[in-house]
């Protein structure tokens, strides 16, 4: 008996010293650095409640992240080095501190720390290396850099960087062994499409460098490499305070509509700070409940703070529509196809035909249901359905046949189908219209290649 009341003394002993040592562990943390903001400023309560709620390592971690979401570098970079004097040799927080440096463009202590962290084991090496290797660029160090990005050939972005650098260096041909295997996985992106076109045209290989100019020309696709990851990241931590996370939450209850809460919360995000995609969310609840004129106010309060865009104008003229007000719909829809030209439009056009037609505005709403399908035949060309582009596109001509433009992507499509004869009637009808259209100059220019033309 006396033997089990000595094992439950020292028992009661241990969990009285290491409760006492957690306990004052924690107390030993000092509290993490606050950022000097405006007394009024949408973030001041939330980071100071930050900051008092820091009780352990992985707390300022995620204060560490969220502070360099929200540029307060000089915060962040003082976060990091107190956890890697207590997770010395972590090699995530070892990298996460170098691409913070290298944001801030402390280039040559950035480095250390993406070579520390591959020292530490990363995860993805091939990362660190990569990060390095941008980092050495920024430096100056072209040969540097170069070494970092071979130890990263199963990145795209790190090949694509050792390309423009033999292009750069005079090396077009070189350059284009290095893009074959970056144009065999990102075909369509725009980066490797417009080096190689650089370097087709360096070397003198017309014909190779009007394809790949083209196939840049019908993309915005970029590659998505190692930055858009820690980019994702940074937005993550962005969604944790302020008005981005009552925005997240707001969005995730308006998807399972459940209206009352997130309206609530998208206007307690608003209060924060006025911003778009809370506007956007109260306006799109709003017409989800018929309420129209609620909805157009908030479209126009978005097109004052922010400028018009396709987008805001043509969804401000929905609700015009649906308020029985037509004629204020196809100003404000003329105002969205008038501020964009590279967009698709096939839509906007096809709603003001049918809004003209239900004014009997007849003559009109065929204007309309023409530039609807030339922009039809102009979205076939982009995704290089030729055949589809050349139906449309030929019916529109014959609707607007002093539109130089559908003229143009005639021609390139007749082009495009080895209809050398239309190409060049498309073209010239083109350049009659617009004697100083680029586009048509350079059709003309390939087709030379192949027909003797008139001069």
């Known amino acids: 008996m006396a033997r089990i009341n000595w094992i439950l003394v020292v028992v009661l002993f241990l969990e009285v010293a290491v409760g006492a040592a957690l306990f004052l562990g924690r107390r030993e943390l000092p509290h993490p650095p606050l950022p000097v903001l405006a007394e009024h400023h949408s973030l001041g309560g939330e980071f100071r409640k930050l900051v008092a709620n820091c009780e352990s390592l992985d707390d300022w971690h995620t204060l560490a992240e969220i502070y360099t979401a929200y540029g307060f570098y000089a915060e962040s970079e003082a976060c990091y080095e107190f956890l890697l004097t207590h997770r ?213 309060e978005i097109i004052d703070r922010r400028g018009p865009s396709t987008v805001s104008l043509a969804r401000l003229a929905d609700n015009y529509v649906a308020m029985n007000d037509i004629p204020q719909a196809i100003d404000r829809m003329l105002e969205a196809v008038e501020s964009q030209s590279e967009e698709d439009l096939t839509e906007a056009y096809e709603k003001l035909a049918n809004w003209s037609e239900a004014l009997e505005h007849y003559e009109q709403a065929e204007q309309y249901s023409a530039l609807q399908t030339y922009w039809t035949g102009k979205v076939a060309f982009w995704q290089a359905d030729w055949n589809s582009a050349k139906v449309h596109l030929t019916a529109a001509s014959g609707q607007l046949s002093d539109f130089n433009e559908v003229w143009f992507f005639l021609g390139e499509t007749h082009r495009q189908l080895n209809e050398t004869q239309q190409a060049l009637a498309a073209y010239q009808r083109c350049l009659s219209l617009n004697s100083q259209h680029g586009g048509a100059r350079r059709g003309l220019s390939r087709l030379s290649d192949v027909v003797s033309i008139a001069p």
């Open 88 to 300: 010395t040799n972590d090699p995530e927080l070892l990298f996460e501190f170098g691409f913070l440096l290298s944001q801030m463009g402390r280039c040559d202590k950035a480095h250390e720390q993406f070579i520390a962290a591959i020292e530490a084991g990363h995860p993805e090496p091939s990362t660190c290396w990569y990060f390095a290797g941008r980092n050495l660029l920024r430096a100056e160090r072209p040969e540097e850099a170069a070494d970092a990005f071979a130890q990263t050939s199963d990145i795209s972005s790190s090949q694509l960087e050792l390309a423009r650098l033999r292009y750069r260096a005079g090396d077009a041909g070189g350059a284009l062994r290095l893009l074959e295997s970056v144009l065999k996985e990102e075909p369509s992106k725009i980066e490797p499409n417009t080096l190689a076109y650089l370097c087709e045209l360096e070397l003198g290989h017309m014909a190779s460098a009007s394809r790949f100019s083209e196939q840049a020309a019908a993309t915005a696709d970029r590659i998505r490499g190692p930055f858009y990851t820690q980019w994702n990241r940074l937005e993550l931590a962005l969604s944790q305070v302020g008005f981005r996370n009552r925005l997240t939450t707001a969005q995730a209850l308006a998807k399972k509509n459940r209206r009352p809460i997130p309206e609530a919360t998208f206007e307690e995000a608003m209060d924060l700070e006025w911003n778009e995609h809370s506007a956007v969310g109260l306006a799109e609840l709003a017409e989800s409940r018929g309420d129209y004129q609620r909805a157009a106010t908030l479209w126009q």
